[in-house]
């Protein structure tokens, strides 16, 4: 069974960076899209950034456009998350998810079934 595994949060002052990743561990099919979401208190999840497994097409919410970075390590099973120029409206609980096919909208929650437990982001100013 596949399981995704998040690491790298933390808590930074504005400005700041961190890097998140998402580790993919056990057998099973392969997963063509990987989606990282966040979810601050009182607010709705929202799609960050997801990357195409196979073309290595990447997609950013307006928000993060410019300061975050979404990649690929095959090698390591693992997919990267790039955190730059921080601010605290990023502070959220950072979760990965993924699933065997790919939904219409990159961004769309529901459309994947493999979540990990999520890695805190907390941004200091």
């Known amino acids: 069974q596949v399981q995704l595994v998040e690491s790298g949060g933390g808590s930074v002052e504005v400005g700041g960076s961190l890097t998140l990743s998402c580790t993919r561990s056990?057998?099973?099919?392969?997963?063509?899209?990987v989606v990282w979401f966040r979810q601050a208190p009182g607010k709705e999840r929202e799609g960050v950034a997801g990357i195409y497994t196979g073309s290595l097409i990447t997609k950013y919410a307006d928000s993060v456009k410019g300061r975050f970075t979404v990649s690929l390590d095959n090698t390591r099973n693992t997919v990267y998350l790039q955190m730059n120029g921080l601010n605290p409206e990023d502070t959220a609980m950072y979760s990965c998810a993924a699933d065997t096919s790919c939904p219409l909208l990159w961004d769309n929650a529901p459309g994947y079934r493999i979540w990990g437990q999520g890695t805190q982001v907390t941004v200091t100013s």
């Open positions: 056990g057998y099973g099919r392969t997963l063509p899209c």
